[in-house]
């Protein structure tokens, strides 16, 4: 629990935004393990500032691999990576001042004043970059399986975008390039009129929210456990654990509620195997893999700090003010936390494959 | 994990639908909780099939209290409940008859044909019985401290019901009614619309779903932790173990996706403590309670058990056959997930406050 | 924590001596695994007061599997044993008269006066039982692995029993008579000395303790974890939850401290693969086994009822006052302790090895 | 498990060595701790080789806390403090040269070659300066509270110490002496005799082993729980995490295997509340202190490395040849275990408090 998560890999996430590193540890992971460090930086460079779009927090995020890992292998023994803070402007922050829907209000209540708020501390989103270096550690022993993994940006405000192909040799292809890509979309025009969007919600110094979809291929079924360690129960509660995530659905999700049970039911068919005619319950029956794709969405709320004016109380006096947002901040944050949302993804689904199989699986 | 939940109050499910008994094990209870064993049963009377609406399984769910109770009060040590399976027709399954969008086929590949399948065994929402004894213990502990759970049908198929109110009173009053009602809507229109559609779905051998938006009131701010124990994290995980739950979303949950900011963003106001004006983040920013009402929705599938001809496979021989839902089945679960829905809250809540303030809060 | 152990194979113990039931639920065994009803009948047997010896508790131990268990094989799910009791006699308890050296005064103080100290509550050695049905099952887990366990009791007060041999072939020999003995020592000598110190004991109104040394037989090499779960730290939180254990050591244990080190050290040999020609480190070298035989002693102190007076004090009052041993009570417990020895030891081991292979190992 | 401990204060220990560097995150902090960093430093230094008796690695352990701390308080978000290494000779290491009765051949057998074997890699002794700053802050955190640990060297070889006074006034002042010296002992004519038997095992190029003995003074009763989480499984579990220990006994420990329960059991009297005549339990009962001084026994093995010549095998070839021990090593350990064990300690009942307490309870 806290910022521990697992228990058969565990993951133990440290670090504040304006502290001098932040960072992880992996315990648990099997010796021997061939890592692709290259690899490591492209994910880290996937959820880094790219363009315009984005804010002016200039620094590389260099990590380093501290310990369990050793001639360019995983030892066995605790991995722990870093990555220093470099880049930081620690004056732009005033504690007392409440940012509407930050965590500045209830990160006071809970550590009662003595948190490192500067930059948002520990609730920083700076900190999933740690999640990312665990994530691309994971993907690479779920890839070097067969298991793949990716993830578009379904909606940006009013637009949206395609559905995963349902033809295997074309989302293969689509997966493919959604992970060399830096703004994962499977249409060209959606891609173009997202960003226009992004782009009208900075000029108007406002922001915008948006949908990510992600699929997982070539689980085999089986995987997943019963009630508290379902699929679901477990990649939601690494999903809810990214900032800004309000809502996450797996298959239909909340469209199941418009539906008869004869529409919403996936038929059985056989064809090289048993498979689903649809697949509306996203691969997952019982909580337990059935074989077909995993498919899910998760809502990214608008980032809360904009340049627009906001009513708000400065807590040294109780006065309701108004502020601007100060600091660097993104216009939207979507096309970022789609490497999060892969990075837990696959976390979870090695935590899992881990029960069943034990660390020697990997 | 597997079917067990928490580290400060933990919670061992077991029980096949068709075995001799389910329960489950709460080990980390304080000593000298006056347990009302009444309102277990009230709770579990919300559960059960209670009309025209519901199955023909009878059987009333007397629990026994097995250990860790004695004299009226919890001793301390781990209090096991069980109730007695009574009322069981097995002779109704067929384990190569994959019955479609159910757990069948999945149970087979986790637990290689060694799975009890009749009445859908382990994966049965019978289980959910269980986890209504604990959750009612457990919504005891939380309205001792004053914290209240309510959980109102949201919609079903296509009729949605009033939202909860925003007066403290109003809103006092509805969870109060709520919780003492077997259909439990705000609006007495909709009741009367909702069961309509079941009765509609029933008739036409079809099923329907829904959705649950469940509220907490009075739950101090400050409760959470960042990432994987964020409330989002503990709720959606344990709801997610509920069979049926496909969706989970805190606040305005997939609508931010369509807002710009500075209109989802809630600003902060003065009123006997600092508030916020609106609640679209549903009480939670950062993962952690800021003092308001949590509030999330819970998306329910239609029953997967239908009497209309659907498509399926015969294990054993892998051929396309057509077949009928047979046993019993409801036309529509979403006004008996409400209690589990309730239970699960509740069983997270003391999880958290646990963490912060020890076994010895309770 | 708790009255809860492990992280892969889960159990979790419930129960008070005179409640209605004792038992256990066993979460995370592998579907399809044979048990052998019999033998768990026949280690409960081993736990139970056999003769002259031990107290006159009369009832048989009958167990009942409530879940997990269907057509004479694990289903996968979680597996609840439960034992009723029978034969209990309340009235010989008074909650205010702290027996010495008991848990009485502590439980109290933990449970706050909440306890059911009628026969020990939840601390009663007849808990143990409930142990022992888990710990049967994990020794048949073991055992279809080819790794053996057997404890024999080293010392009753005085007296003394041979070493394990050191010869293969003899060995085996001494752990199959040990596993269907009811008073488990190497030497017929010594069986008829302790048995002989144990009646004098009980003709005194006094008690014995004593030692028991277990073997376990082909582990694997580099099974264990370094820190916190080598296999001495598994193993001795195991052993230390047994009631009456004061002291765990491996290998040589507290000889080492008067030792040098060149008199200490194992030097390696090839014989049929890499071994240590002594064994002085019980087969464990950084918490890690080399593939000798475990070795490990245990002290049991000697039971605290005795029926001689004894100095205490009547909680109602604070006044000391002497009291005697009320209640059924064994002059000895060390011989009945092997079998609870025994199967810790498994739970303990079958643990370790899921971490490395996961549950679909059994 | 693994190299985590903890379910309410988490720790996680990584590194090697001889890798860049050393660390610990401690996860479950109270936010506003004041840290004494001095204090911190000071207990390093107790490990350290101070003199003639010990190692030549001459490196001070610089210590800096990479996040949770700000402005000289914890921020209550996880702890993460690092030792970079930098006094490393690894050309002194050769994988293939098994060190009789150290972890070369388990780590080789466990990590199948990919161990970082440089060192002892994660398995040597230098790990625990990590265990040493997570032990100060709990040290810290328990000494607020008015609880204190202190540990003395009970024996070296054939040199035995003085035991504990057992007069209050006399006990307070040898615990605040043992703290404060960096050779613990009670008795100035032990120190001296104890220093002899080190000197003369080192001109032997030999080495010697010992025992520790532990106090805990000003525990509340009623901390502990039954079965697993008693404070003697959850203490031995850390204590056997500490390479070299390999016996742990409470109280009288193995010496109540030659008494009787007469001669063993602590009576009662009531003297400015309820207390024990005598102490031979160690201070608990069924696993839980009862206010009396917890009391326990570590026995540390002699040094495995020595300059005499050992018989072993090199892997490479499977030969028996014979080794001198290589690189720095101690004649004893013991002095520089004293403080690990007082770390592991307040490890442990740090977390018994919180599971009662919480966090906020720091």
Same mark, same amino acid.
């Given at each position: 629990m806290f910022s521990s998560f697992g228990e058969h890999l565990k993951i133990s996430l440290f670090g504040e935004s304006h502290g001098s590193a932040i960072g992880v540890v992996l315990d648990g992971l099997k010796p021997g393990i061939l890592l692709d460090l290259e690899n490591i930086h492209r994910e880290l460079e996937k959820r880094r500032p790219v363009d315009?779009?984005?804010?002016?927090?200039?620094?590389?995020?260099?990590?380093?691999?501290v310990s369990g890992y050793w001639n360019g292998y995983t030892t066995g023994t605790p991995l722990c990576i870093m990555i220093l803070n470099e880049d930081t402007k620690s004056?732009?922050?005033?504690?007392?001042l409440l940012r509407p829907s930050h965590a500045d209000y209830t990160a006071y209540l809970k550590y009662q004043g003595f948190q490192d708020y500067r930059g948002?501390?520990?609730?920083?989103?700076?900190?999933?970059?740690?999640?990312?270096?665990a994530g691309a550690i994971c993907k690479q022993i779920l890839e070097n399986k067969g298991i793949k993994i990716?993830?578009?940006?379904?909606?940006?405000?009013? $637009?949206m975008d395609d559905d995963f192909s349902i033809q295997?040799?074309?989302l293969e292809q689509q997966i493919q390039e959604l992970n060399c890509s830096?703004?994962?979309?499977?249409?060209?025009?959606?891609?173009?009129?997202m960003q226009e969007e992004i782009k009208k919600a900075k000029n108007m110094q406002d922001s915008v929210g948006g949908v990510l979809e992600t699929i997982v291929l070539h689980l085999e079924g089986g995987i997943g456990e019963p009630f508290f360690s379902s699929i679901e129960s477990v990649l939601s509660s690494l999903l809810f654990s990214i900032p800004a995530v309000k809502g996450v659905e797996f298959g239909l999700g909340f469209q199941f509620a418009n539906l008869y049970g004869s529409e919403a039911n996936d038929s059985f068919m056989y064809q090289d195997g048993i498979?689903?005619?649809?697949?509306?319950?996203?691969?997952?029956?019982?909580?337990?893999?059935?074989g077909m794709p995993i498919l899910f969405k998760t809502v990214i709320k608008p980032t809360p700090t904009i340049g627009k004016l906001q009513e708000t109380i400065d807590m040294k006096t109780n006065q309701e003010i108004t502020m601007k947002g100060k600091g660097r901040h993104d216009p939207c944050i979507v096309h970022?936390?789609?490497?999060?949302?892969?990075? $837990?993804?696959?976390?979870?689904?090695?935590?899992?494959?881990?029960?069943?199989y034990g660390y020697m699986w990997m």
């Open positions: 315009t779009l984005s804010t002016a927090r200039k620094e590389q995020d260099f990590f380093q691999i004056s732009d922050y005033d504690p007392f948002g501390g520990h609730f920083s989103g700076r900190i999933t970059a740690a999640l990312v270096c990716a993830t578009h940006i379904k909606q940006i405000h009013q $637009v295997i040799d074309e830096s703004f994962a979309v499977l249409s060209k025009d959606s891609l173009k009129e498979k689903t005619k649809t697949n509306h319950n996203g691969g997952i029956n019982g909580g337990i893999s059935n970022r936390a789609r490497v999060v949302v892969d990075s $837990v993804t696959a976390i979870g689904l090695v935590e899992l494959l881990c029960s069943r």
